[in-house]
């Protein structure tokens, strides 16, 4: 999994730092234990990741949505998300935020396509001082389908 990432912050030009600000990829059962923390795989290697972390009791926050630049284009990031979707509102949750790479503007038009709405800009706190937009989707709670 920190060759996939690490792979793909290469690709854009970016600072992968799993002993800093990336540390949550090497203590994934305790960031990520009240969420879900989900890995593609082909074989024994890692092409996908995405992540769920709740952040109030009708919202979450999606994270860590990577994919492998041989299998973009094929709808597997896509499933990535709607994964993660699926289980945020089997929960009850109904607001879902993100947040991606300025650089990553492929996954900004899914990210739309899935009718999540631009909400604004961030600069992290990572060595490389990168910029992110802010994505959000409200979708409605299984419960208030059940007839």
Do not use: N
Not at 90 to 115: C, N, P, Q
Not at 127 to 147: N, P, Q, T, W
């Amino acid at each position: 999994m920190l060759a996939l990432i690490g792979g793909i912050f290469r690709e854009y030009g970016l600072t992968f730092d799993p002993s800093g600000f990336d540390v949550d990829l090497t203590r994934i059962q305790v960031v990520y234990a009240g969420g879900a923390f989900w890995t593609m795989c082909d074989g024994a290697r890692v092409v996908g990741t995405v992540a769920v972390v709740p952040v109030s009791a009708v919202a979450v926050e999606i994270k860590r949505v990577y994919l492998d630049a041989s299998l973009r284009g094929r709808g597997l990031g896509q499933a990535l998300v709607e994964h993660a979707i699926a289980w945020a509102v089997a929960r009850g949750h109904t607001k879902i935020t993100l947040w991606s790479d300025v650089k990553f503007t492929r996954s900004h038009r899914m990210y739309e396509r899935l009718g999540f709405v631009r909400t604004g800009i961030r600069e992290c706190d990572d060595i490389d001082r990168s910029c992110e937009y802010g994505f959000e989707k409200v979708v409605s709670s299984l419960a208030s389908c059940a007839r």
